[in-house]
């Protein structure tokens, strides 16, 4: 009887234990997941937190409907003329190489309306250099497309880049120092100003940037600056330098060569 | 003297130092990894994406999982909690970023890894595959280890799956049948 008792409570203490460990092992199991679930939350919430909210969010004037570039002198361009897509990072040193060697021979075809000359802004260099320069720079260049100088505006922020790859731009350089060397001033300025402070144009730059990667990844398998593509094909970067040396480049022979590409 | 100095942990079979040794070197890269790209999730997305292997949505979702996910199972393993489920999610993603690392190599890819933040292009001379594969690798291997092994010292488990005092087999028995969990 007192044995059959104490087997009986021996056995009750024995289940309770093991029901305790049980909750134990399914309460700590539980306790981390949470904490995964509400981390990838919080990683998502602060993915979404630099975006512009949508009512505040400006479209450059110039840009394609697809938004993934700027023309450059739109409705210009002669009837059959190749397209010529310049994808350019404004923290790529490279790009300002190319851009002051070859930019002024690419424009003035752009002028003619022998090409139609895209601007395709991309961004990931911000990845690379851990800043988000390349970004504030894009949002700063399509705002300045707002008050109709997005050319100049393009080519001074290059003239403004910092000799060390990485020292980025300062807010003041892109809101005073450029917006006045290319003469933006009076409402034109206060517009500027309002675009840049709001980062109005930031959502247009982000997608810009993806919608490079994607191209560039079909096209080139890999994503750098400067590339080229003329007709949605690729024109290796060398190839336009043999038109000529830096800043002494041959136009026809350069228009002949977009064409061989188109 | 010596003897009874450290009496208790040195009784341990050698294999479940090797664990903690497997468990330390694993969630610490895990930790280290993930906290480094977990703070630009933008740029790991990035880093996703130009291995082109996931379709371009996916590479969002994944982008931002995979740092949290890093620290998390990086966490477990350092603490030594569900050693053996975290231990063989570690392993899986090293076998992830081997596959992913092997991939871009046969392509032809030339980019930085971005294991630990950054990544990005870079010039054909400057991949550094061999490097990565081997220690993605080795630490494929630690995590194996402490799958195989999930045993050890300094672990939460030793505390959450120890055995109840009074169930007598229990503590007979490596693993008695009404124990689901198999890191004990």
Not at chain 2, 4 to 14: C, D, E, G, N, Q
Not at chain 2, 148 to 154: I, V, Y
Request: hydrophobic share 45%; charged share 15%; proline share 5%.
């Amino acid at each position: 009887m007192t044995q059959n008792n104490r087997e009986r409570l021996r056995k009750a203490q024995a289940a309770a234990a093991k029901q305790q460990r049980l909750t134990r092992i399914i309460g700590v199991g539980a306790a981390v997941l949470v904490l995964v679930v509400i981390g990838v939350f919080v990683g998502v919430l602060f993915q979404n937190q630099g975006k512009v909210a949508a009512s505040s969010s400006i479209t450059p004037p110039n840009a394609t409907a697809d938004g993934k570039s700027v023309v450059q002198n739109p409705g210009k361009a002669k009837a059959g003329a190749p397209v010529v897509e310049l994808f350019f990072d404004y923290q790529c040193p490279v790009c300002k190489q190319f851009e002051s060697g070859y930019g002024e021979a690419i424009t003035s075809l752009a002028a003619s309306g022998d090409i139609e000359l895209h601007y395709r802004t991309m961004t990931f260099l911000d990845n690379n250099l851990n800043n988000d320069a390349s970004v504030r720079a894009g949002v700063a260049a399509m705002c300045a497309d707002t008050v109709g100088k997005y050319s100049d505006f393009h080519n001074a922020i290059y003239t403004n880049q910092p000799e060390t790859e990485g020292a980025g731009y300062a807010d003041s350089v892109l809101r005073d120092t450029i917006p006045a060397a290319v003469g933006i001033t009076g409402d034109n300025l206060t517009t500027f100003q309002s675009c840049f402070d709001k980062q109005a144009t930031k959502a247009f730059v982000t997608n810009s940037n993806d919608l490079g990667t994607q191209d560039m990844l079909s096209v080139n398998k890999q994503v750098s600056t400067p590339t080229v593509h003329v007709n949605g094909k690729d024109l290796p970067v060398n190839n336009i330098a043999q038109t000529g040396a830096s800043g002494t480049v041959d136009t026809a022979a350069l228009l002949a060569l977009f064409q061989q590409y188109a | 003297m010596p003897e009874s100095a450290a009496a208790l942990p040195s009784r341990r079979p050698w294999p479940e130092w090797v664990t903690l040794a497997a468990r330390l070197i694993l969630g610490i890269t895990l930790v280290v990894a993930g906290a480094l790209k977990v703070t630009r999730l933008d740029a790991s997305v990035q880093s996703v994406r130009l291995y082109q292997l996931l379709p371009w949505d996916l590479t969002t979702i994944v982008g931002i999982a995979l740092p949290i996910l890093e620290i998390a199972v990086g966490l477990l393993l350092i603490t030594g909690t569900f050693t053996r489920l975290a231990a063989v999610l570690g392993a899986l993603l090293m076998l992830a970023f081997i596959i992913g690392i092997a991939s871009v190599w046969a392509r032809g890819i030339s980019i930085d890894c971005g294991c630990f933040g950054g990544g990005g292009a870079v010039e054909a001379s400057q991949t550094q595959y061999p490097q990565e594969i081997a220690r993605d690798v080795g630490l494929f291997l630690t995590g194996a280890w402490a799958a195989w092994r999930p045993r050890s010292p300094f672990a939460i488990d030793n505390w959450l799956f120890a055995p109840t005092a009074t169930e007598p087999d229990a503590s007979e028995s490596e693993e008695s049948p009404a124990d689901k969990e198999p890191a004990r």
